[in-house]
T-cell receptor, first 116, second 111 residues
Framework: GAVVSQHPSWVICKSGTSVKIECRSL??????MFWYRQFPKQSLMLMAT?????????EQGVEKDKFLINHASLTLSTLTVTSAHPEDSSFYIC????????????FGPGTRLTVT | AQRVTQPEKLLSVFKGAPVELKCNYS??????LFWYVQYSRQRLQLLLR??SRESIKGFTADLNKGETSFHLKKPFAQEEDSAMYYC?????????????FGTGTRLLVSP
């Protein structure tokens, strides 16, 4: 199956700083990637859909100026949490649909962000 | 509105016992339904999808459109089945790409 990686796996940053999370498709081209947020013991909440070469589509209630998404190539999407606050601490997960498997998403291992 | 409901946060059974994880959905139209599983310290992965009508690791799920349910079943639970299970749906309105997840059910299988 398709492999999706995320970097870093865990990051700690101070309030007010920005942090970038990378999501890569390792063995296929991903025109669409998804970014999720997962709070402890809660479900995944879709934040945005990242489309290669165009602007991301954000879900209702997600601040696009705070969560900057860039999908500059067919194998890389980045999520930048700007001016991070402690309430942004969460588990961020990306996924992509493998182009030949229309209905299946492959997930990255996730990135744990802790803002102090 | 699209919604997936998993009423049980935790399901605890003994090894060899039957398991049923409940999932109900709300969707205007014909959605695609999935079960995803997340084992401890591993990434989320697809377990099965209703269009495939397959059995994976002994698990099966039947889509009941009348009851809008997609319950996950296994006749004899194993300890290695302990994990977090998420029911999810996608629909034509989003090109079948976006997934809506339920809140998840943690299955704990004790020896």
């Amino acid at each position: 199956g398709a492999v999706v990686s995320q970097h870093p796996s865990w990051v700690i940053c101070k309030s007010g700083t920005s942090v970038k999370i990378e999501c890569r498709s390792l063995d296929f081209q991903a025109t669409t990637m998804f970014w999720y947020r997962q709070f402890p013991k809660q479900s995944l909440m879709l934040m945005a859909t990242s489309n290669e070469g165009s602007k991301a589509t954000y879900e209702q209630g997600v601040e696009k100026d705070k969560f900057l998404i860039n999908h500059a190539s067919l194998t890389l999407s980045t999520l930048t949490v700007t001016s991070a606050h402690p309430e942004d601490s969460s588990f961020y997960i990306c996924s992509t649909t493998y182009r030949n498997l229309r209905y299946e998403q492959y997930f990255g291992p996730g990135t744990r962000l802790t803002v102090t | 509105a699209q919604r997936v409901t998993q009423p049980e946060k935790l399901l605890s059974v003994f090894k060899g016992a039957p398991v049923e994880l409940k999932c109900n959905y709300s969707y205007s139209g014909s959605p695609e339904l999935f079960w995803y599983v997340q084992y401890s310290r591993q990434r989320l992965q697809l377990l099965l999808r209703h269009i495939s009508r397959e059995s994976i690791k002994g698990f099966t799920a039947d889509l009941n459109k009348g009851e809008t349910s997609f319950h996950l079943k296994k006749p004899f639970a194993q300890e290695e089945d302990s994990a977090m299970y998420y029911c999810a749906l996608s629909g034509r309105s989003t090109g079948f790409q976006k997934l809506v997840f339920g809140t998840g059910t943690r299955l704990l299988v004790s020896p």
